[in-house]
Antibody, heavy 120, light 115 residues
C-alpha cells in the first residue's frame, strides 16, 4: 500500500535551516508528481511546493519562494524540502503528499507529517 | 490567487441527519475544454493527515462511503454527508487545483460536530 513517511522536523532558531525528507513506498515513485503542504498549529492547510515526477519542474508558494528548495531522488524514492531563513511563521506540521496524476490533480495520499518549530 | 471560502466555519448535526458544507471560489475552477471542475474535498480527523474524499467536484475517491457526495460547478460547490455517523466528526476542507502556474489553495475548513 502507498506509504509516505516524513522526517527531519525539529526545533530550530529563527534564521536557521532544516531539511525535511519523505520516504515513499508502495508505488512507483518516479511516476508521480509530489507536493509539500503545511499546517500551522490549529490552522488550515497551506500549499508549499510542487515537484514534477522527473524533478525538473518545481513551483513554490510566494511565502517560501527564495527560501525553500524542493528536490527528489527517484533512485531512493525520497522527496526533500530544504528550508532556509526560517521564521516563526514557518512553524507547522509539514506533510508530503502525492499528486494523483500531474500538477492539476488532487492530492490522493498524504504522510503523517513532521513538526517544524521555529523559536528562540 | 484563487481564494476559497467555506461556510459555515462550524456546524453541529444530529446523528443520522444530513450535513451540508459550502465552498465558494473567487473565480471559476471549471475548465471549459474538458468540462471538469478542479475542486476536491478532504476530511481531516484530529491528529491525522487530510484524506481525499471527493475530486473533480463530484467523484468519490475509492473506499469513501457513498453517504459522502459532492456537487456544484464554476464557483459554488457543496459537500453533503447523508446519515451522519459519529466517525464523520472532522474538519472538512475544499481545495482548488485549477490555478496556473500550478499552485493550489484550500478553504479555511469547516468543523463538523455531533449535536
Amino acid at each position: 500500500q502507498v506509504q509516505l513517511v516524513e522526517s527531519g522536523g525539529d526545533l530550530v532558531k529563527p534564521g536557521g535551516s532544516l531539511r525535511l525528507s519523505c520516504a515513499a513506498s508502495g508505488f512507483t515513485f518516479s511516476d508521480f508528481h509530489m507536493s509539500w503542504i503545511r499546517q500551522a498549529p490549529g490552522k488550515g492547510l497551506e500549499w508549499v511546493s510542487h515537484i514534477s515526477s522527473s524533478g525538473t519542474i518545481v513551483h513554490y508558494a510566494d511565502s517560501v519562494k527564495g527560501r525553500f528548495t524542493i528536490s527528489r531522488d527517484n533512485s531512493k524514492n525520497s522527496l526533500h524540502l530544504q528550508m532556509n531563513s526560517l521564521g516563526a511563521e514557518d512553524t507547522a506540521v509539514y506533510y508530503c503528499a502525492r499528486l494523483m496524476s500531474g500538477f492539476y490533480t488532487p492530492l490522493d495520499f498524504w504522510g503523517q507529517g513532521t513538526l517544524v518549530t521555529v523559536s528562540s | 490567487d484563487i481564494v476559497m471560502t467555506q461556510s459555515p466555519d462550524s456546524l453541529a448535526v444530529s446523528l443520522g441527519e444530513r450535513a451540508t458544507i459550502n465552498c465558494k471560489s473567487s473565480q471559476s475552477v471549471l475548465y471549459s475544454s474538458n468540462n471538469k471542475n478542479y475542486l476536491a474535498w478532504y476530511q481531516q480527523k484530529p491528529g491525522q493527515p487530510p484524506k481525499l474524499l471527493i475530486y473533480w467536484a463530484s467523484i468519490r475517491e475509492s473506499g469513501v462511503p457513498d453517504r459522502f457526495s459532492g456537487s456544484g460547478s464554476g464557483t459554488d460547490f457543496t459537500l453533503t454527508i447523508n446519515t451522519l455517523q459519529a466517525e464523520d466528526v472532522a474538519i472538512y476542507y475544499c481545495q482548488q487545483y485549477y490555478s496556473s502556474p500550478p499552485e493550489t489553495t484550500f478553504g479555511q475548513g469547516t468543523r463538523l460536530e455531533i449535536k
